[in-house]
Antibody, heavy 121, light 106 residues
Framework: EVQLLESGGGLVQPGGSLRLSCAAS????????MTWVRQAPGKGLEWVST????????YYADSVKGRFTISRDISENTLYLQMNYLRVEDTAVYYC??????????????WGQGTLVTVSS | EIVLTQSPATLSLSPGERATLSCRAS??????LAWYQHKPGQAPRLLIY???NRATGIPARFSGSGSGTDFTLTISSLEPEDFALYYC?????????FGGGTKVEI
């Protein structure tokens, strides 16, 4: 069974940093594109960042480009999101998601349960 | 950026009724559109991909149609567990984008 378990969320001050992790199991981690999606309180879903299976290609939403870095450790089956220079508007539940197939579809299936990041002074 | 506009924002229906949700793209996305269901406190779930293909384990009462700029998610007969938020998503162009969502409520 595929499982994705996010961790690392919490309360951080504006300008601070946080690193989110997503522990993956039940599939060959290196074969799949992985993605972070967030949902701010009372808002809809927003794509944040995507990384290729090998980790050599990364993509970012303009809202986080230059501040967030996506990476993956294939030996640990873990996806990361390093978030720097955090802003109040980055407050959200952050979900990691696996690509539906190894053929890189950019359809997200399944998703983790999410981890809450709160940026506030 | 491709903007996805979902309508209506809220759909008030009863169990057993038919739900029709719309997603309109600002540019053609071909068939590169998916639908997700999201319940509070839970992980979103992929329902439909490539406009009309049901994801693994999704009941047949869920169906998707459309191409280009106009897409529809239909739930043929609402079950109590179907009352939730629904989002469309496109993968035609970067950045990947989601619609604003439609809430299906009792």
């Amino acid at each position: 069974e595929v499982q994705l378990l996010e961790s690392g969320g919490g309360l951080v001050q504006p300008g601070g940093s946080l690193r989110l992790s997503c522990a993956a199991s039940g599939f060959t981690f290196s074969d799949y594109v992985m993605t972070w999606v967030r949902q701010a309180p009372g808002k809809g879903l927003e794509w944040v960042s995507t990384i290729s299976g090998s980790g050599d290609k990364t993509y970012y939403a303009d809202s986080v480009k230059g501040r967030f870095t996506i990476s993956r450790d294939i030996s640990e089956n873990t996806l990361y999101l390093q978030m720097n220079y955090l802003r109040v508007e980055d407050t959200a539940v952050y979900y990691c998601a696996k690509d539906r197939t190894t053929a890189t579809t950019y359809w997200f299936d399944p998703w983790g349960q999410g981890t809450l990041v709160t940026v506030s002074s | 950026e491709i903007v996805l506009t979902q309508s209506p924002a809220t759909l008030s229906l009863s169990p057993g009724e038919r739900a029709t949700l719309s997603c309109r793209a600002s540019l053609s996305v071909g068939i590169y559109l998916a639908w997700y269901q999201h319940k509070p406190g839970q992980a979103p779930r992929l329902l439909i991909y490539d406009a009309s293909n049901r994801a693994t384990g999704i009941p047949a009462r869920f169906s998707g149609s459309g191409s280009g700029t106009d897409f529809t998610l239909t739930i043929s007969s609402l079950e109590p567990e179907d009352f939730a938020l629904y989002y469309c998503q496109q993968r035609r162009n970067w950045p990947l984008t989601f619609g604003g969502g439609t809430k299906v409520e009792i």
